[in-house]
């Protein structure tokens, strides 16, 4: 099973300001099969990031994803009032498929 | 428009058993493999179990594996999940969910969730 570690737990921001949240792999993702969700309380995930860099339809472009391997990144470049939230990686590679632990982005 | 929409939850005693539905609409649903993905309360995601479009290949998370039944009927676009042998850790939201563009792909369509509590 491959786990996936996400750092920091908690990160407290200010709109405006930039966000990077990382995502650490025991073992290598196949093909880049990783991808990010954002979740808000209440509501189901929704994806962001798939492939490990490709947006979802319809997600702003100050979110990306980048890394391969082992360790990827998300970053929200300017982070915008609805976007504080949890964001979860994921690896969709290989069964079990298994997801990071969560970041939560909170407002500072 | 993709929608998901989950019912069946409810309270349940431990040792008890309760059948999840997932009302599929707005694609061809034989074509996808479908997932249950649960979240217990305050917690992060869990995958559950996945089926695919012809129910060929089914797969189970080991914390599930003999006390749960995935399932699907193609010609009622539905989806299901048997859960037997209930314990208090199975207690969350389970949502269904489908691949974002067919096999390969994370799951870029979920229904809202139903919640499952066990307890006495």
């Known amino acids: 099973e491959i786990v996936l570690t996400q750092s920091p737990g908690t990160l407290s921001l200010s709109p405006g300001e930039r966000a990077t949240l990382s995502c650490r792999a025991s073992?290598?993702?196949?093909?880049?099969?990783l991808a990010w969700y954002q979740q808000k309380p209440g509501q189901a995930p929704r994806l962001l990031i798939y492939?490990?860099?490709s947006r979802a339809t319809g997600i702003p472009d100050r979110f990306s994803g980048s890394g391969s391997g082992t360790d990827f990144t998300l970053t929200i470049s300017r982070l915008e009032p609805e976007d504080f939230a949890v964001y979860y990686c994921?690896?969709?590679?290989?069964?079990?498929?298994?997801f990071g632990q969560g970041t939560k982005v909170e407002l500072k | 428009e993709v929608q998901l929409v989950e019912s069946g939850g409810g309270l349940v005693k431990p040792g008890g058993s309760l059948r999840l539905s997932c009302a599929a609409s707005?694609?061809?649903?034989?074509?996808?493999?479908m997932n249950w993905v649960r979240q217990a309360p305050g917690k992060g995601l869990e995958w559950v179990s996945s089926?695919?479009?012809?129910?060929?290949?089914?797969y189970y998370a080991d914390s599930v594996k003999g006390r749960f039944t995935i399932s699907r009927d193609n010609a009622n676009n539905s989806l299901y999940l048997q859960m037997n042998s209930l314990r208090a850790e199975d207690t969350a939201v389970y949502y269904c969910?489908?691949?974002?563009?067919?096999?390969?792909?994370?799951?870029?369509?979920w229904g809202q969730g139903t919640l499952v509590t066990v307890s006495s």
């Open positions: 089926i695919s479009g012809s129910s060929t290949y089914i």
């Open positions: 707005g694609f061809t649903f034989s074509t996808y493999t």
């Open positions: 969910a489908r691949e974002y563009y067919g096999s390969g792909s994370p799951w870029g369509y």
């Open positions: 492939g490990a860099s």
């Open positions: 073992q290598s993702v196949s093909s880049s099969y």
């Open positions: 994921q690896q969709y590679g290989s069964s079990p498929w298994t």
